[in-house]
């Protein structure tokens, strides 16, 4: 096992939750007794309030007792590729659900070792993550190359918004629709004489992109690590801000429960494989600056988010 201190956890809060993902998926982890021998047994339950973890009791009175007895034991644990392991001071006994139990204190370091270069989970399609880039105006000394490509993407981005304004516009009359069918005929009069008003206000007042979003790209990803990730490129109009060692900072990393701002370098650009033949696609591989510590522990709860969703799938 590697000794790299980065892989080295000591801020509580992603100890616990990692801690907590283990205990979750009932992992097993061996129980070093010195020496060669070991003692396998299974995390049980977490409480950070008081600070400890619950242990399997093993079936092995001897082992048990030389477990009890080590000071500052180790244990180590392989979970979905990543390479865990702990110390603490010493394992006492107690109680859980009225059984025997190993119990021991929430350890201060949690050693978890993921082969990053490697170690990738897919991304859902649904609720899918997503990078927002947003396009520096070109200045009056811009290249003439940067300044039609500026358009060209902008006009696109524009005919992306109104599609999406439109598709909510269609979603909401059908929905409307749908609520009409089952009204009486009394609300349904009713029904039509308000919506007749509310269509001729639209139409008055049609609504209209975000100016906000005007320059904004918004890329969803493929797949994630730790390291970096794998985006969707749709449209052949954003390229040209794609190309290869292209630096982008503090750009929004959008996930399902959180935002965190990452900056990246563009590594890699290379065709994707549409459901059309007639489509665009561009996957970009991009490798993540120096992230801070707590932006690094929101990308990893994203990437077990995903991992225990999709372990329940697999179960189901």
Not at 43 to 48: M, P, Q, R, V
Not at 120 to 141: C, F, K
Not at 170 to 182: G, T
Request: net charge negative; glycine share 4%; charged share 25%.
């Amino acid at each position: 096992m590697s000794d790299d201190d980065s892989a080295m956890l000591r801020n509580r809060a992603m100890i616990v939750n990692n801690l907590a993902m283990l205990v979750k998926n009932k992992c097993n982890v061996s129980a070093s007794l010195g020496g060669k021998e070991t003692l396998l047994t299974v995390l049980i339950a977490i409480n950070h309030k008081e600070g400890n973890i619950v242990l399997d009791y093993g079936s092995s009175d001897f082992l048990n007792k030389k477990l009890l007895s080590v000071k500052n034991p180790k244990f180590n644990t392989v979970f979905n590729g990543i390479q865990v392991s702990f110390h603490v001071d010493q394992v006492r006994i107690g109680k859980y659900k009225g059984a025997d139990c190993f119990m021991i204190d929430i350890p201060d370091s949690l050693y978890w070792y993921n082969r990053r270069e490697y170690y990738r989970v897919d991304t859902p399609t649904l609720n899918a993550a997503y990078i927002e880039l947003e396009l520096a105006e070109p200045e009056e000394d811009a290249k003439l190359e940067y300044k039609e490509a500026f358009a060209i993407a902008t006009d696109r981005i524009h005919q992306k918004l109104l599609a999406a304004i439109q598709a909510e516009i269609a979603e909401e009359q059908q929905a409307w629709q749908r609520a009409y069918q089952k009204m009486t005929i009394d609300s349904k009069i009713k029904a039509k004489r308000e919506r007749q008003i509310f269509e001729e206000e639209r139409e008055a007042n049609p609504v209209v992109p975000d100016p906000k979003l005007a320059r904004v790209i918004r890329l969803n990803l493929s797949d994630i690590s730790m390291s970096g990730c794998k985006l969707v490129n749709s449209d052949s109009e954003f390229s040209y801000f794609l190309q290869e060692l292209t630096i982008f900072d503090d750009r929004p990393l959008v996930m399902p429960h959180t935002t965190v701002d990452v900056s990246f370098k563009v590594v890699s650009v290379r065709p994707g494989a549409p459901l059309k033949a007639e489509d665009f696609e561009e996957w970009i591989g991009v490798e993540f600056l120096d992230l801070p510590q707590s932006i690094e522990g929101a990308i990893l709860r994203y990437v077990q988010d995903i991992e225990r969703q999709s372990g329940l799938l697999n179960n189901a």
